[in-house]
Structure formats: C-alpha cells, structure tokens
C-alpha cells in the first residue's frame, strides 16, 4: 500500500491550496483519512480528519480555512486551505486506516511521504 501525497507548493498570504494523497495497493476498505502537519521544529499535529461516512474534525487553528473531502472510488483525500497564513507553513503529511484484501480483520495505519506547504510574501 502507498498514499502519495501532492499539491504543496510556495503560496502567498491570504492564497490557496490544494492537497490530494490517493492510496494504491491491495486494498479492501478505507476508514478515516486525515491530514497532519509538522512545522519545523515542532511536533506533528493533526489538521483534519474525515470517517467514511464523512464525519469531519478540524483542528481549532484551521476551522473555517481548510475542508477536508474524500473520494471513496478514487481512494484519494483532499484538503483545500483557503486564506493560507504564514504559521501554516510546514510539511503535511497524510494518514489513512486501511484493511487489507489479504488481512481484513486488521487495521493498518499508513502515511504519505509529506509534501511541502511555504506561506511567505
């Protein structure tokens, strides 16, 4: 299984982005789907979390910024980050809870490679 995260970039204050990470592999369902953060020299945090009956929770310093969405027929989650500010900059990082086809009664916690948001004028 691999999540490939994409969609970081350089951006100004104020501007937007968007993020995708699809997963591919031997998979037979997806659970939550979430996006976390890690600015430097700091702990990684989460950004927001979407169920597969898509149930959403933000943290407090992104509510009303960032919308977090999933596609289930694609396997990908998505993060839009409106009215970026510079102390959102870091690497985002998503996670998804995985079964898979051949170990169904398990649940796997698996994570993208990270991608680089930078919010600087």
């Known amino acids: 299984v691999q999540l490939q995260a994409s969609g970081g970039g350089l951006v100004q204050p104020g501007g937007s982005l968007r993020l995708s990470c699809a997963a591919s592999?031997?998979?037979?369902?997806?659970?939550?789907m979430g996006w976390y953060r890690q600015a430097p020299g700091k702990q990684r945090e989460l950004v927001a979390v979407i169920s597969n009956g898509d149930s959403t929770k933000y943290a407090d310093a992104v509510k009303g910024r960032f919308t977090i969405s999933r596609d289930n027929a694609k396997k990908t989650v998505y993060l839009q980050m409106n009215s970026l500010k510079p102390e959102d900059t870091a690497v985002y990082y998503c996670?998804?809870?995985?079964?898979?086809?051949?170990?169904?009664?398990?649940?796997?916690?698996?994570w993208g490679q990270g991608t680089l948001v930078t919010v600087s004028s």
């Open positions: 996670n998804s809870q995985i079964r898979l086809l051949l170990d169904y009664q398990s649940i796997y916690n698996y």
């Open positions: 592999g031997s998979i037979l369902s997806i659970n939550d």
